[in-house]
């Protein structure tokens, strides 16, 4: 998975400083939208030729390190409770 991270960059210069594969004008938040709304890998790959398959594995590696370091809470309409925590 190390290896996988190595591919994502951020260059204050590119991109705002947002986090980027290798050093292309795409951002990981670009290539994790296009997956969460349903785009396949391969129509990744034919729409942006300069990627590899490892580098959407990539970006995806680091969503879950995000993940992994942050708590989240999500407010709900009817309970009080946040992720994780067990209703009576």
Same mark, same amino acid.
């Given at each position: 998975?190390?290896?996988?991270? $190595?591919?994502? #960059?951020?260059?204050?210069?590119?991109?705002?400083?947002? !986090?980027?594969?290798?050093?292309?004008?795409? #951002?990981? $938040?670009?290539?994790?939208?296009?997956?969460?709304?349903?785009?396949?890998?391969?129509?990744?790959?034919?729409?942006? !030729?300069? +990627?590899? $398959?490892? &580098?959407? &594995?990539?970006? +995806?590696?680091?969503?879950?390190?995000?993940? &992994?370091?942050? #708590?989240?809470?999500? $407010?709900?309409?009817?309970?009080?409770?946040?992720?994780?925590?067990?209703?009576?």
């Amino acid at each position: 998975m190390e290896n996988l991270l $190595k591919r994502i #960059t951020i260059n204050e210069n590119i991109c705002n400083g947002k !986090p980027i594969i290798r050093g292309y004008r795409i #951002t990981v $938040k670009t290539i994790l939208e296009y997956i969460a709304a349903g785009e396949t890998v391969e129509n990744l790959l034919m729409a942006y !030729p300069f +990627l590899e $398959k490892e &580098d959407i &594995d990539a970006c +995806l590696q680091y969503a879950v390190r995000a993940v &992994d370091n942050e #708590t989240h809470f999500f $407010k709900c309409r009817s309970s009080r409770h946040h992720v994780g925590t067990a209703t009576a």
